[in-house]
Nanobody, 121 residues
Framework: QVQLVESGGGLVQAGESLRLSCAAS????????MAWYRQAPGKQRDLVATITSGGSPNYVDSVKGRFTIARDNAKNTVYLQMNSLKPEDTAVYYCNAPSVLTATSHVMAYWGKGTLVTVSS
């Protein structure tokens, strides 16, 4: 069993910053690539950023220059530093690990339960 647990969400004003964390725990051999998604009220879940196991990041255009994804492989943790937040960034942010190699030699995808980020204007 593998768990992804997000933390760091909260209520901030526009222009402020937040740092999200997602820690992977359980029985696995390798976490692999990780990603952050977000889902605004009444909308679909959208990709925000990805990071390979080697640390190469990728971002959607709407967050480029404002968000930074990083990881600490020793801690099996991925971070999302969010600067210059806007009201349209308000959403539940989900951590995703799409190709975890489990201790039973299966490759499986996992999601966290999400953390709410609210940006007031």
């Amino acid at each position: 069993q593998v768990q992804l647990v997000e933390s760091g969400g909260g209520l901030v004003q526009a222009g402020e910053s937040l740092r999200l964390s997602c820690a992977a725990s359980g029985r696995f051999v390798r976490v692999g690539a990780m990603a952050w998604y977000r889902q605004a009220p009444g909308k679909q879940r959208d990709l925000v950023a990805t990071i390979t196991s080697g640390g190469s990041p990728n971002y959607v255009d709407s967050v480029k220059g404002r968000f930074t994804i990083a990881r600490d492989n020793a801690k099996n943790t991925v971070y999302l530093q969010m600067n210059s937040l806007k009201p349209e960034d308000t959403a539940v942010y989900y951590c995703n690990a799409p190709s975890v190699l489990t201790a039973t030699s299966h490759v499986m995808a996992y999601w966290g339960k999400g953390t709410l980020v609210t940006v007031s204007s």
